[in-house]
């Protein structure tokens, strides 16, 4: 375990956000969500993961779309806990319409969360990872980034964003041994799927090859295999976890 | 019938150059422009056209402007009436590496090129709906596709293209409209006339055609992804870049 080590989770407190936290904390001093949670349910989110045997996770409160927000809390971290070792860009937002009724303020939303949030948050790190010589940064896209989706221009244009950030940055910092890659998973059983009409789920799943859902942990697993310090050949990639439902 | 009409967004450039003459064949074209209002420059570039033979329109709009967008819209319904193709390629670099890119250069590509994308496309397309008819087409890049050094901002604009018109694609694809991307390679313009002789030959010697493209090359894929007998290819991205990537 690399424990003067820090790693850091966009979103962190969602179902992928949490199974990715918990899946890093055996590997890191400190592993922190980052998130926007009202009230005091992001100490009540630490203190849950904390009693599940995961002593090392913490939540701080932020906001990725505000670049201001993320230097301080970010610079806080480092000046508190040290060197940023992994980053996960995980934070990301939907707003469905088809494009003919999208309004701009739906555009902007979700451009502002998935994409120049992601800007805003990987700009704080970079510098650390550099001066360490060593850094992995994981971007969370989507198996809608690859194949588009009915209604989700938007969502669909963020996501894909990532592909050429990823690469771009990848170029940029192998050099200096930090890998850059992205994940793409199709279809999680996480709150937002159950949210969706049984009849609508079912077709989803009848889609998808494995004929089901991916599990929350399956996503995590992915995110430790590419932090892994072993994956260091590994940047500018992208891996798809969708069970077979897209397939390039 | 009265000949179908066509926007190029970014049509004064050196790609938009190219791609509003080779329209001009078969479409009546107008030309977006922005450049603070320096509308003298634009009426130059027009009397340059129309010296060579070619007859263009000239629409002024800030294209990461979504109520301008929405007024060259109108201004074009009530010239022509309709809008048949629309071009979406007006682009900016900011170059820079993340470690040094700052906030503003960023969100300014990110406007520019891709925000520009939904304010045009958005406008426009219920025009095209409406006649059941429409090809819209958007210029990503090579560096999109692949990734490139000091360009986080720009590929990170231009492979959003992608995902925002295979979703577009899926949606109107029943509505007679197509939706596809253009990724160019390296192409000979102004934008590439400020790049050292050293770097540009290092460019060159990654290329398997051996030279740069020709943005009429880059206008002839928009002319065939354009045309009525094309309706069939919707969601597609069509790579010219003389090999440098597959």
Known sequence: MKADKLALITGGTGDIGTAIAKQLSPMFGHVVALDILPGNQGELWQASVNEQGFQNVMFRHMDVTSFEQCEAVIGKLIAEFGHVEVLVNNAGITRDAVFNKMTKQQWDEVLRVNLDGMFNVTRQVVESMRNQMSGRIVNISSVNAQKGQFSQANYAASKSGIYGFTKSLAQELMSKQITVNSISPGYVNTRLMKGIRPDILQSIIDLIPAKRLAEPEEIAWVVEFLVDEKSRYITGSNLSVNGGLHMY | ?246
Request: charged fraction near 20%.
């Open chain 2, 1 to 246: 019938m009265d000949k179908m009409t066509a926007i190029v967004t970014g049509g004064t450039g050196g790609i938009g150059s190219a791609i509003c003459q080779r329209l001009t064949r078969d479409y009546k074209v107008i030309a977006c422009y922005f450049k603070n209002g320096k509308h003298d420059e634009a009426k130059r570039w027009q009397d340059e056209q129309r010296q060579a033979g070619f007859d263009i329109d000239i629409v002024y709009a800030d294209m990461a402007n979504f109520a301008d967008c929405e007024k060259l819209t109108a201004l074009v319904m009530e010239r022509y009436g309709h809008i048949d193709v629309l071009i979406n390629n007006a682009g900016i670099t900011c170059d820079t590496t993340l470690r040094k890119m700052t906030s503003l250069q960023w969100q300014q590509v990110i406007d520019a090129n891709l925000t520009s994308v939904f304010n045009m496309t958005r406008n426009i397309l219920p025009v095209m709906i409406e006649r059941n008819y429409g090809r819209i087409i958007t210029i990503s890049s090579i560096n999109g596709r692949k990734g490139q050094i000091g360009q986080c901002n720009y590929a990170a604009s231009k492979s959003a293209m992608f995902g925002f018109s295979k979703s577009l694609a899926q949606e109107v694809a029943r509505k007679g409209i197509t939706v596809n991307t253009i990724s160019p390679g390296y192409i000979e313009t102004p934008m590439l006339a400020d790049v050292k002789e050293e770097v540009l030959n290092g460019i060159i010697a990654n290329i398997p055609v051996g030279r740069l493209g020709k943005s009429s090359e880059v206008a002839e894929a928009v002319a065939f992804l354009a045309s009525v007998d094309s309706g069939f290819i919707t969601g597609a991205n069509l790579d010219v870049n003389g090999g440098q990537y597959m």
